[in-house]
T-cell receptor, first 112, second 114 residues
Framework: DAGVTQSPTHLIKTRGQQVTLRCSPK?????VSWYQQALGQGPQFIFQ???????QRGNFPDRFSGHQFPNYSSELNVNALLLGDSALYLC???????????FGPGTRLTVL | KQEVTQIPAALSVPEGENLVLNCSFT??????LQWFRQDPGKGLTSLLL?????REQTSGRLNASLDKSSGRSTLYIAASQPGDSATYLC?????????????FGKGTKLTVNP
């Protein structure tokens, strides 16, 4: 079992550009959540996808959008990048609520 | 709004010492509480998950307790080792509105010196 995988591992973009991050959930998991972790901070919830729909959203602007595919994998899209979007983006997958989510290794995004 | 605080922000101890990390949360209406470990620039590894109806969980040298009514949790690490050096994060899942998200503290950065 490969666990949660994310791609790419690192990414450098410039202000105003758009970026897409990808996540494959742990085998058997149907729910994917995305978190943003700025340097020295705890992760902040962006949104969660279940059955290809956004089930819950945190306090993030509409520049952040996502998608879940029929195979449960997910994408996070960020438009009009700002310097403040530089962070580690974490994907977590789960099945139900009784077990905690499993986190991927993250994608480090740097916006110049 | 649920807020999670972790004290201390950083801790440096000699190898072999027993230590306690603290976590407090403002709203006792939680589904569960989880402790994670994060190595520099890496993802999160779940250490212990305590359901709201439980008082503690143990795994090897780790023991986590939960006092939901007072909004506190502690992570006890016995006989610390240099390999325990990492940032430890506490997170709660709020009950409100069937919340699916985890609310994290900022973490405690632990350094265990040989």
């Amino acid at each position: 079992d490969a666990g949660v995988t994310q791609s790419p591992t690192h990414l450098i973009k410039t202000r105003g550009q758009q970026v897409t991050l990808r996540c494959s959930p742990k085998s058997g998991h149907d729910t994917v959540s995305w978190y943003q972790q700025a340097l020295g901070q705890g992760p902040q919830f962006i949104f969660q996808y279940y059955e290809e729909e956004e089930r819950q959203r945190g306090n993030f602007p509409d520049r952040f959008s996502g998608h879940q595919f029929p195979n449960y994998s997910s994408e996070l899209n960020v438009n009009a990048l700002l310097l403040g979007d530089s962070a580690l983006y974490l994907c977590a997958s789960s099945l139900g609520r009784t077990s905690g989510p499993f986190f991927g290794p993250g994608t480090r995004l740097t916006v110049l | 709004k649920q807020e999670v605080t972790q004290i201390p922000a950083a801790l440096s101890v000699p190898e072999g010492e027993n230590l306690v990390l603290n976590c407090s949360f403002t709203d006792s209406a939680i589904y569960n509480l989880q402790w994670f470990r994060q190595d520099p620039g890496k993802g999160l590894t779940s250490l212990l998950l305590i359901q709201s109806s439980q008082r503690e969980q143990t795994s090897g040298r780790l023991n986590a307790s939960l006092d939901k009514s007072s909004g506190r949790s502690t992570l006890y690490i016995a006989a610390s080792q240099p390999g325990d050096s990492a940032t430890y994060l506490c997170a709660v899942r709020p009950l409100q509105g069937g919340s699916e998200k985890l609310v994290f503290g900022k973490g405690t950065k632990l350094t265990v010196n040989p």
